[in-house]
Nanobody, 123 residues
């Protein structure tokens, strides 16, 4: 069956960095767009970043993370990554990876979801 398993979350001080990983199985990873989505306490799920299934690996970022976060994928390992730099307290959330057919920021249109990993930015 389809599985998306995130790892790499934790507690980090403001200005610090974390790298999230998401290992995928049960579907043809290379043919799907991959996304990172986050949910802060008391808020809805928010698009963070996307990477295409095209050969050029086109990417898209929410304005709030552009220039600080980098999404990448390794199709040989069926894994997508999110490198997060210059972290702020406002980045505190549960981070989910997701997979879908479309290049869209509409999180309701994603097909598969992981269980999430907590990222806490605090001094």
């Amino acid at each position: 069956q389809v599985q998306l398993v995130e790892s790499g979350g934790g507690l980090v001080q403001p200005g610090g960095s974390l790298r999230l990983s998401c290992a995928a199985s049960g579907f043809t990873f290379s043919t799907y767009w991959m996304y990172w989505v986050r949910q802060a306490p008391g808020k809805g799920r928010e698009f963070v970043a996307a990477i295409s299934n095209w050969s050029d690996g086109a990417t898209d970022y929410a304005d709030s993370v552009k220039g600080r976060f980098t999404i990448s994928r390794d199709n040989t390992k069926n894994t997508v990554y999110l490198q997060m730099n210059s972290l702020k307290s406002g980045d505190t959330a549960v981070y989910y990876c997701a997979a879908g057919w479309l290049g869209t920021r509409d999180v309701n249109r994603y097909s598969y979801w992981g269980q999430g990993t907590q990222v806490t930015v605090s001094s």
